[in-house]
């Protein structure tokens, strides 16, 4: 069986929109379910439990099958210092809040990450670092705190195991003009390599994604391609329980 699996990233209330509009036209184009990565205090801006609209459309999703990735706790680094100027400033536009965080610092945000999900009913299965970004040793930690799942740009894996399914994850930059134009050339290249070579396809989408015309066209091709060969979609949650 093939999966194709479709990652909607930085939702808050400020994307709220942003990511309800992404799911109705993925839902028209045949994903019927997704991986929604929430962030519940998003640069330390209004926190997502004080968004009840938020709160109920996660709640809505949540309960038609959608996964809620725990993605970070305020996703930005604001207050630490320190990481390589390559990473954190140039990578990332600084928003590898777990690159560096010490376990300790590290389990105290997931906890409140996950007092949030269990106040609302929510499973919390897998958790995703911002900019997938996060020490080797943090597996194991998420492995102790009970989530199935993590993944990185270039693999998903099953934290029960610990085995690794090499994938890497379609993925683009919008900020600029340019860099549009070279993740178009580069996602067009890589899928084609990945419908040769990989039974899993993950598109990892953030909130802007669609409003650009150009990349809006690729990932309509994307979708209706795979689905067409045979990809099933499917949420990260359920490829772990597979
Ligand atoms: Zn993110």
Redesign the pocket.
Known sequence: MKHLIVSL??FHAGTHEAVREQIDTLTVWGVKNFSI?V?PHFHHRKMLKDSAASLAYLGGRHADGDDLVI??YY?DRVGQGGGSFFWTKLYTAN?AEFLDLSDGEARHRLTRALALWEENGWRADGF?A??WLMPEEQDMLLKRMNFTYTTRLKYWQNLRTLKVTATQSLCYSTRARWRRDASLRWNQWLFARLLKTKDVIRLSL?PRDLQFEPVKLQIRGIVETALTKGYQPITYAGYAKL
């Open positions: 990233h930085d990565l962030v993605h970070g996703h928003e995703i911002p900019a953030h």
